[in-house]
């Protein structure tokens, strides 16, 4: 079966926990151009190896003159967003602008439209949990 095209997808909402992420929220952060440059690199599905630890949400982004380039986000939970009334909190990238990029913005873009294509990975914290302390050390 062949999955819906991204621009056909329904926002399904934040997963259970998250904060609420529009569009419009994402818009205020960056520039125009930066925008409207993401909404096409999220259209045009450049994203891969998208993956969620905790709150963070990262992937990495085919550029259009580089990369591809590794872009994540920390997004609010609902605690964190009644603290401080922003969703995302932070957002990095490796490509030359970096912060609040073109790939920023598709990265959060393909999230609204699909958290379900980012694969869920333990936290640090429990990735450490079983190991031995001679495994540690």
């Known amino acids: 079966r062949t999955p819906a095209p991204k621009s ?3 926002d399904p909402g934040p997963p259970a926990g998250f904060a609420p992420l529009a569009a419009e929220h994402v818009r205020r952060y960056t520039d125009p151009a930066s925008f409207s440059r993401g909404q096409a690199y999220a259209r045009e599905d450049r994203l ?8 963070e ?6 550029g259009s003159s ?6 994540l986000a920390i997004l609010a939970d609902d605690a964190q967003f009644r603290v401080a009334g922003q969703n995302p909190l932070a957002v990095a990238c490796d490509c030359p602008r970096g912060g609040f990029c073109k ?3 598709a990265l959060l873009l393909d999230w609204i439209a699909d958290p379900d294509a980012y694969a869920e990975r333990p936290s640090v914290a429990a990735l450490l949990a079983n190991k031995s302390r001679e495994e540690l050390v």
């Open 8 to 10: 056909a997808r329904r």
């Open 48 to 55: 891969f190896d998208r993956s969620r630890r905790g709150t």
């Open 57 to 62: 949400i990262a992937a990495r982004c085919h």
């Open 66 to 71: 580089g990369g591809p380039y590794r872009t």
């Open 103 to 105: 790939h920023a913005v």
